[in-house]
């Protein structure tokens, strides 16, 4: 009698073990997970700042020293989290995850391939009791008038139904199937996700986050990173103009809006106002709306800019500086502007004080002569009752250009749009995966005691309960046909 042996599995070589080592389930959990555990590392420091900003973060964080913070942060800064989504390691896990999943994918997909594509068949009555769905019905009738009713039925809750003859005399079978693709839901969301890596990898090596504090009428070709990295644009941007609108008789702005124009090889081919949450956007690069300031010393340059009418109507748009004299149109009255200030207010004894280096409340003091007598007083920019002369003649304040700066972040990202696009798969994939199913089912009719048998049988590889109310549907709609009774 020979010896039954079980046969001896064959040694896996070196490119076997690695293919399933990649396609472990249990590497990809180890993987994500170191992913997400530097991530939130990556969150509380910020990128690419200054030293002692992210040290006083750990301090007040975690409630430690100085000194602890600062040898922790230097750990930290060696490592690579300082500027921790472009390290090597971090790319190298994102690379190792694609990897993982990618062949994931492709060690399972065969399988699943072959049950989307396999046409549906008929089935023995034994095998449609063995369903994990199954009802019976039986109707008064010959067969034939309930294969009828029965394609009737199948067509009303959304399948076409297919005939086969049965095993049994003078029987007949039908079948169908409907979401035979939903099955490639989970590949379909898997290759979204590889997508949106591939658009944040595009992102990270040829795109770039930076700031431009652009003061008016100045122009710049380069945009900065922190600690002060140029970026070169390709083209060169000039702010126009800058001005911040307040809430009435309150220093909260709020609006502000630049003026910028592009331009490239000396020739301006772009000019947009731009504001918050409407940036302007040239070659790639998007430029944000984002914060304001005084340029420093910005009073040597800045332009105070004047509307003068006389009472006789006459007008005259000036621009001058402090120390400046100018005419109102049609008179002999000269106005000398005298002092400025961004931001007046008056004490409790009623005298003018500067409150703010910014300009919140702006004003100009002027000097008139030329009527026989000189008067003086402040004119306002936010509040046009102070701009009316007791001649009846009218002095309005219209701007102090050129001492602001607009602060804008700067922005390229190549990869955006194909994160976009993984997004938009994602969307599908994840409808196909959660609401839709390979729904199969099989109906028999055959001939009993003078009527019809109705067997059916029917399965789902996910939403079991929705397909079995389709299924309750179909028997009520049979019941509600020739008389009969469920069994």
């Known amino acids: ?37 530097t991530s939130i590392v990556g969150t509380i420091l910020e990128q690419n700042a200054e030293p002692e900003k992210n040290i006083k973060i750990l301090v007040k964080m975690f409630h430690v020293s100085h000194d602890t913070a600062h040898s922790v942060y230097g750990v930290l800064e060696r490592l690579g989290f300082s500027d921790m989504y472009h390290a090597w390691w971090f790319v190298s896990l994102l690379l190792l995850f694609a990897a993982n999943l990618i062949i994931c994918s492709l060690d399972r997909l065969p399988r699943v391939w072959k049950l989307v594509r396999e046409p549906i068949r008929p089935m023995s009555a034994d095998l449609i009791e063995k369903t994990s769905i199954k009802r019976s019905i039986a109707l008064k009738g010959k067969p034939a008038q309930a294969k009828e009713l029965v394609q009737a039925a199948l067509r009303e809750i959304g399948f076409k139904p297919k005939e086969a003859a049965a095993e049994e005399a003078a029987g007949t079978q039908l079948y169908a199937e409907t979401g ?138 000036i621009q001058a500086k402090v120390g400046d004299t100018f005419t109102i149109p049609g008179t002999a009255v000269q106005g000398r502007i005298a002092d400025f200030s961004p931001a007046l207010s008056l004490d409790q004894a009623g005298k003018p004080f500067t409150y703010d280096e910014h300009l919140k409340n702006p004003a100009v003091f002027i000097e008139f002569s030329g009527t026989g007598q000189t008067t003086t007083g402040w004119i306002l920019k936010r509040y046009p009752q102070t701009w009316n002369l007791p001649s009846g003649d009218r002095v ?70 929705s397909f079995e109310h389709k299924v309750d549907k179909l028997v009520a709609i049979l019941s509600a046909g020739p008389k009969g009774g469920n069994k």
Not at 14 to 19: A, G, H, M, P
Not at 396 to 416: A, C, H, N, S
């Open 1 to 37: 009698m020979e010896n039954d042996k079980k046969p001896v599995p064959t040694p896996k070589n070196l490119t076997d073990r690695i293919w399933d080592l990649f396609a472990s389930v249990k590497l990809a959990v180890v993987i994500f997970s170191f992913i997400a555990l």
């Open 396 to 465: 309005e304040f219209l701007d102090y250009w050129g001492i602001e700066y607009t602060g804008m972040q700067v922005r390229k990202d190549p990869g955006v749009g194909i994160v976009y696009l993984g997004c938009i798969i994602m969307a599908v994939g994840l409808f196909m995966s959660f609401f839709m199913s390979h729904r199969r089912i099989w109906v028999s009719v055959s001939e009993d005691k003078g009527g019809s048998k109705i067997i059916v049988g029917a399965s789902a590889h996910r939403n079991r309960a």
């Open 180 to 317: 035979n693709y939903s099955r490639l839901g989970v590949y379909i969301t898997h290759l979204s996700i590889l997508v949106i890596l591939a658009g944040a990898i595009i992102g990270l090596f040829f795109g770039f986050n930076a700031f431009l504090n652009l003061p008016e009428g100045e122009t710049s070709s380069v945009a900065y990173k922190d600690r002060g990295k140029e970026i070169p644009l390709g083209f060169d941007l000039r702010c126009d103009n800058f001005e911040v609108a307040y809430y009435n008789d309150s220093d909260m702005p709020k609006a502000y809006k630049s003026w910028l124009s592009v331009y490239k090889n000396g020739k301006k081919v772009k000019e947009q106002t731009i504001v918050v949450n409407d940036p302007l956007t040239f070659e790639g690069i998007t430029f944000y709306q984002s914060s304001f300031g005084l340029v420093p010393n910005g009073q040597d340059r800045g332009i105070i800019i004047l509307r003068v009418k006389s009472a006789a109507g006459q007008s005259q748009d």
